[in-house]
């Protein structure tokens, strides 16, 4: 999902001249028609302590109901009520460039695949830490450019 768009120019005279970012958050399809359990090594309950959905002990009593849960979210994503997807942050990026105009570029974070559609608050918790990582990124090409100056040492 990373992109970096091309610039766009436009003057502000009465806008402060100081970078500004405005963020978007990105939802994507994830096409890859991979099944949940080919996803998810854990989609099924297991009572095997070795496998990836082990539902322990104390759910054993539980299992078959375990088991319908899974089955039922199943059938949801088949049926489409639900499906992958990934979240990335993207940074509109105004600069100033003097007399009043600015450019601004357009970048995404690398992003995060194989979320469930419907994973709520979830998906928020996806975007902040896509913002935080893209934001760590920018600076890392602060630093080098301001090296690439000898700004820094």
């Given at each position: 999902?990373?992109?970096?768009?091309?610039?766009t120019?436009?003057?502000?005279?009465?806008?402060?001249?100081?970078?500004?970012?405005?963020?978007?958050?990105?939802?994507?399809?994830?096409?890859?028609?991979?099944?949940?359990?080919?996803?998810?090594?854990?989609?099924?309950?297991?009572?095997?302590?070795?496998?990836?959905?082990?539902?322990?002990?104390?759910?054993?009593?539980?299992?078959?109901?375990?088991?319908?849960?899974?089955?039922?979210?199943?059938?949801?994503?088949?049926?489409?009520?639900w499906?992958?997807?990934?979240?990335?942050?993207?940074?509109?990026?105004?600069?100033?460039?003097?007399?009043?105009?600015?450019?601004?570029?357009?970048?995404?974070?690398?992003?995060?695949?194989?979320?469930?559609?419907?994973?709520g608050?979830?998906?928020?918790?996806?975007?902040?830490?896509?913002?935080?990582?893209?934001?760590?990124?920018?600076?890392?090409?602060?630093?080098?450019?301001?090296?690439?100056?000898?700004?820094?040492?």
């Open positions: 999902m990373t992109d970096v768009q091309q610039y120019h436009y003057d502000a005279p009465t806008r402060a001249q100081t970078v500004t970012i405005q963020w978007e958050r990105v939802e994507a399809r994830d096409d890859s028609g991979d099944t949940p359990e080919e996803r998810d090594e854990g989609f099924w309950p297991s009572l095997d302590k070795d496998k990836a959905g082990y539902v322990g002990e104390e759910n054993a009593a539980r299992f078959d109901e375990l088991c319908e849960a899974a089955d039922a979210r199943f059938k949801g994503w088949r049926d489409g009520d499906y992958f997807i990934g979240v990335a942050a993207r940074a509109h990026i105004s600069i100033p460039i003097g007399s009043g105009s600015f450019r601004t570029i357009t970048i995404d974070s690398g992003g995060l695949w194989g979320i469930e559609s419907d994973a608050d979830y998906l928020d918790e996806v975007f902040e830490e896509e913002k935080a990582s893209l934001l760590a990124e920018l600076a890392t090409l602060g630093k080098w450019a301001a090296e690439q100056k000898g700004e820094v040492t």
